[in-house]
């Protein structure tokens, strides 16, 4: 079964601190309740998106840099 966590807010997701640093996590990572996997960017305003549920990455469907809605898919645990 497929879970996955969702965007908590509309804005920009990254997947990266800052663009000269390595993502958070990539495919494969596992993943615990807490960590954070991403940044979503409302306004210039930076806020973390941290893991609600553990499990191991097998994709984003969000791409870098890209916009995103609150509730839409971010990454794919398995």
Do not use: C, H, W
């Not at 615990?32 to 941290?50: R, T």
């Amino acid at each position: 079964m497929t879970k996955q966590i969702l965007s908590p807010l509309p804005g920009t997701f990254y997947r990266k601190p800052t663009p000269d640093k390595p993502a958070f996590k990539e495919v494969g990572d596992s993943v615990a309740v807490g960590d954070v996997i991403g940044l979503i960017e409302v306004m210039k305003s930076f806020n973390e998106v941290v893991a609600d549920q553990a499990g191991r990455i097998t994709g984003f469907p969000a791409d870098d840099e890209e916009p995103v809605m609150a509730g839409q898919p971010l990454v794919d645990l398995a």
